[in-house]
């Protein structure tokens, strides 16, 4: 029974992880998944309309989860059909974070009125918008990195309003409440209007009311392409080209000269009419109509789509996040009681999480044609995954559970840090012109990315070594010696992979800038954890530390690797400015401050430590 | 005596200096990064690394308080030489140990000569103009061009040291001297509120006499530039031709007529000349559908050379630079709504050394691991099959 028990786990597990990957239902007669499934361009990238409003929720409110004014839990997809065709309900559904108790004050709200005490709705926003402008007016002309919390927090919210307004300007024209019939009537109304147009610039009788309602779909299709957001709508040939995606302002504009209605625009019309007057077997046939008709002329694009969906609502990493923190604690408490059950139940669980973040990681790659490190955020996840694949190598040459532990561990840190860095928008970004370049995103960026994995990890073993030798006897003689075998060993392989990281990214700097080595702060932060990962092995071979110190230098690590990987980034930022006050760096700082404390823990004499006492008794 | 040189070897070769060394390095390249935001990226590397000492200035005062970046870079080369003449002996256990400080040795002696040697100009281009010079980025020097022929220009050109030592000069080429009066490395410079008859500085000629310029320290920030300003006195047999002022951003040469010739004077960014030409045919700046985002800078160049030999055209765009004869032209910006294209252009002779001594290091490093690991494995598998039998 006893051996059987961890297999019990693991189906249990992989049953869970199955079901969260299965497809997504509708909760209403409504088919808003194939809604969100249907393609616009956004940001240079043509993608499914789902993560259009998923990315804008996480910006927004910092979570994708949303709830309806009638107190509905609804799909993020609901939530941007509602924005785009019915300002009314849109502009009541709560979901503006504001924390900053300035900022509250400033518009009038207690945190009491707000969902969770901090999330409103546009309605409540209404009266103090004139107010937010003039003070994210006032804060545009500070130095983003010397702005106060105040204005940062002014700025973005102002950021966050515009963002829902330009989507809410995507395919209706706000100000006119039957633009959706006036498009669905178009082609058959037009040659009327026309007329009547001509009439009236010649100068002879006109039907006044035509004329107008022409001029007015004009003037909304000028508003339409200032501020839309969205880029909805495909050529009608070649659509596989972003670089011919129109927004629906644009698209009508063309319209009015042509008097031809591009069939995208008047689908979108057709949709948000049938979710006006609520007839969902219209709907769902409107949206099963357009979605067709793209599959014909673009056989790829639609089933694209519909995976990065499925992927969105899969959220493969917020499962794998999970099941890490329950190994890291099977693998803990493994070292107390119960270490066959709970040590093999934790080995399988890291292998369940790693598998489901290398299924993520490649749909992503897929999905954006590139290798796995493109950003800061990927590079999280990448970071992770590495580590977490060499902790389960050490684990099943030691099988002691620390590779488990130390896996459980980082997988989980990474994958936080990953979701934070995920609340900026779209992780999927167009790569900048220097960036462009998959060979060297492919080697240099992986193997660096690499060096970090293994330097994090060798740091993450040390803390093992001395957790668990200064507050438990379970750090026995063989223990001991089997963790410095594993921290030199992954020092070497740091070493290796932070070197030929650091020397592809200077092969690169100097084909596209001429230079091998320019002292630039990322490059200098890579230099550092190459020298770092020299000096323990110098220090190791020279006799200068012994296991202790070997720890110790390891521990230290962590603190490098954190800096090169995100301390440098926030150098324009963290010096020069004296209020700066950005929730990274305080992290950073803890963190920092927080592996000192366990460099000082060590140095404590080796009879306060609980398993050398234990020993020597 | 014998003593004291044998204490010195056994410090020189010792893995201790070794390890204080690479800590050094890591405070030394650690305070240059955070220095950056300070002073810029070229300071930083004159201060903390083209240097044998870094200096802290109090007051008048300039005191070395750290080892630069020659001092760190050379006792490491000497311990590490050191130790292997020393304790040299060829193990396979420590043959990539051997590669490894051997490319080391290399890659720093390849960082020296490229602080050495490495030349950076830039070389901007309008679409259709040819250029075959560049210009530095930071040096000016003074133009003084004899334009009385239609057929060719004269040029004799005064470098920025004897600008900056306001000395004055008497070319063989021109009928007069040039005294330099004036010379403010960083400036600015604007109308004067009422134009008088001699300007600013004693300026009598030219578009100097309606402007003023006031003197600013120099600028490190990498978004801007110095902008030189000089005043110059010509001074002719019989007494002064007039005094002009000449900066960088008068673009407009100031002319004047002298001894029957016409003359031109300007003060420009120091040019590079070259044996050939570039003329810019096309200059692209993709954007990604929908957004500002660059995708691609691209810059189509028509290269030629006067006897003929070459005559073809190039494509220089992100990540693929053109090298020609000992050169590279990287595309390094735009300008005047993407019709102008801005190539920087760098003579770097030990630019493959890097190359070298990165792959000796890499095979090293995976030759000594993988023979660890190799041992390592090999040792559990012997440890394990007792208790597997």
């Known amino acids: 029974m006893k051996k059987l028990l961890p297999y019990l786990f693991l189906s249990v597990v992989v049953l869970l992880v199955l079901a969260s990957l299965r497809a997504p239902g509708n909760a209403g007669p409504h088919d808003i998944v194939a809604f969100g499934r249907l393609p616009t361009l956004v940001n240079g990238r043509i993608k499914p309309l789902d993560t259009v409003a998923r990315t804008s929720l996480l910006t927004m409110q910092g979570r994708q989860r949303v709830t309806s004014p009638d107190g509905r839990r609804v799909a993020p997809a609901e939530w941007l059909l509602d924005v785009l065709y019915r300002p009314e309900i849109a502009h009541r559904y709560q979901t503006f974070e504001i924390v900053h108790p300035d900022i509250l004050a400033m518009l009038n709200l207690t945190p009491e009125a707000g969902a969770g005490k901090k999330r409103f709705s546009f309605l409540q926003l209404m009266n103090g918008l004139t107010e937010l402008d003039r003070q994210a007016k006032l804060a545009d002309n500070v130095e983003s990195a010397v702005r106060t919390p105040f204005q940062s927090a002014v700025v973005q919210l102002r950021h966050n309003v515009v963002l829902y307004q330009r989507l809410q300007s995507s395919l209706v024209a706000s100000g006119s409440g039957d633009f959706l019939e006036q498009l669905a009537q178009f082609e058959a109304a037009l040659p009327d209007q026309l007329a009547a147009r001509k009439a009236q610039r010649a100068g002879q009788p006109y039907d006044a009311a035509l004329a107008r309602a022409i001029a007015d779909l004009g003037t909304s299709a000028a508003t339409m392409e200032a501020f839309g957001y969205l880029l909805p709508i495909p050529p009608e040939t070649d659509k596989a080209d972003p670089l011919r995606w129109r927004s629906a302002g644009a698209s009508l504009r063309e319209s009015l000269d042509t008097g031809r209605l591009n069939p995208a625009l008047s689908a979108f019309a057709r949709i948000g009419l049938a979710w006006r007057s609520d007839q969902p077997a219209l709907f769902n046939t409107e949206v099963e109509v357009y979605r067709a008709q793209l599959d014909r002329e673009v056989p790829g694009l639609t089933a694209r789509c519909d995976i990065e969906a499925r992927f969105n609502s899969a959220q493969p990493f917020m499962t794998s996040l999970m099941i890490y923190v329950v190994a890291f604690l099977c693998a803990v408490v493994s070292w107390l009681k119960w270490p066959d059950v709970l040590g093999r139940s934790a080995f399988w669980l890291v292998a369940v999480a790693w598998i489901l973040a290398t299924l993520g990681i490649g749909v992503r790659m897929w999905l954006e044609g590139r290798p796995p490190v493109t950003n800061l955020y990927s590079s999280a996840l990448f970071v992770g995954w590495a580590a977490v694949a060499l902790c389960l190598v050490i684990e099943t040459m030691y099988k002691n559970a620390i590779g488990s532990a130390a896996g459980g561990m980082i997988g989980f840190a990474t994958l936080i840090i990953a979701h934070h860095l995920s609340l900026g928008g779209d992780t999927l970004e167009m790569m900048r012109a220097v960036l462009d370049s998959n060979f060297w995103l492919a080697t240099h960026v992986i193997t660096v990315t690499i060096g970090y994995s293994a330097t994090y990890l060798a740091g993450f073993l040390a803390l093992i070594y001395v957790g668990r030798g200064l507050f438990t006897r379970s750090l026995d003689p063989q223990t001991a010696e089997g963790l410095v075998r594993m921290v030199y060993g992954i020092v070497c392989f740091a070493t290796l992979f932070s070197f030929v990281g650091t020397v592809l990214g200077g092969i690169w700097a100097d084909q596209s800038w001429g230079r091998f080595w320019g002292w630039d702060p990322k490059e200098n932060g890579a230099l550092i954890i190459v020298l770092w990962n020299a000096l323990i092995l110098h220090a190791r071979w020279g006799g200068l530390v012994k296991a202790r110190g070997l720890m110790v230098l390891a521990i230290f690590g962590n603190i490098v690797t954190s800096w090169s990987w995100f301390g440098v980034n926030m150098l324009g930022v963290g010096l020069h400015s004296y209020g700066f006050m950005d929730a990274g760096f305080w992290w950073l700082m803890l963190f920092a401050v927080s592996q000192l404390g366990v460099m000082m823990l060590a140095g404590l004499p080796l009879d306060r430590w609980r398993s050398f006492q234990s020993r020597s008794k | ?389």
């Not at chain 2, 008088?196 to 004693?202: D, M, S, V």
């Not at chain 2, 559908?289 to 028509?302: L, M, Q, V, Y």
């Open chain 2, 1 to 389: 005596m014998a003593s004291f040189w044998r204490e010195l070897r056994d410090v020189l070769v010792s893995l201790k200096l070794t390890v204080a060394l690479i800590a050094l390095s890591i405070v030394l390249v650690l305070a240059a990064t955070l220095d950056q935001v300070n002073i810029g990226i070229w300071a930083v590397q004159e201060k903390y690394f083209h240097t044998f000492a870094v200096f802290w200035n109090v007051g008048e005062l300039s005191l070395a308080i750290f080892p630069g970046g020659y001092t760190l870079g050379g006792l490491l080369l000497i311990n590490l030489v050191a130790a292997h003449v020393s304790r040299f002996r060829f193990t396979w256990r420590k043959a990539g140990m051997h590669f490894v400080h051997g490319g080391l040795i290399l890659l720093l002696l390849g960082e020296l000569f490229t602080g050495l040697w490495q030349d950076e100009y830039q070389m901007r281009l309008d679409e259709g103009e040819t250029k075959n010079y560049s210009e530095s980025f930071r040096g000016v020097e003074l133009a003084i061009t004899d334009v009385t022929s239609p057929d060719f220009d004269d040029v004799v050109a005064i470098p920025e040291p004897v600008l900056a030592g306001r000395e004055t000069v008497q070319h063989p080429k021109l009928p007069f001297r040039v005294a330099v009066k004036d010379f403010q490395p960083n400036s600015s410079l604007r109308m004067r509120p009422a134009a008088g008859a001699t300007g600013e500085g004693g300026v009598t000629m030219g578009a100097g006499t309606q402007l003023e310029a006031t003197a600013l320290p120099l600028t490190y920030k990498q978004d801007e530039r110095n902008v030189p300003t000089a005043f110059v006195e010509l001074l002719g047999a019989d007494g002064s031709i007039g005094t002009w002022m000449v900066s960088v951003l008068l673009i407009q040469p100031q002319r004047f007529e002298f001894g029957g010739r016409s003359w031109k004077i300007a003060l420009r960014f120091a040019r590079h000349y070259k044996p050939f030409s570039l003329t810019l045919l096309k200059f692209s700046h993709d954007r990604y559908a929908g957004t500002e985002i660059p995708k691609n800078f691209s810059s189509r160049i028509r290269l030629n050379t006067p006897d003929g030999r070459d005559d073809r055209e190039v494509l220089i765009y992100m990540n693929n630079p053109l090298r020609y004869a000992g050169l590279t032209f990287y595309q390094s910006g735009f300008d005047n709504n993407d019709t102008t294209s801005i190539l920087q252009v760098v003579r770097n002779p030990s630019w493959l050394l890097p190359y070298i001594a990165c792959s000796l290091m890499t095979f090293g490093l995976l030759l000594q691991f993988g023979l660890h690991l190799g041992g390592f494995i090999r040792k559990r598998r012997q440890a394990s099959s007792p208790i597997a039998a």
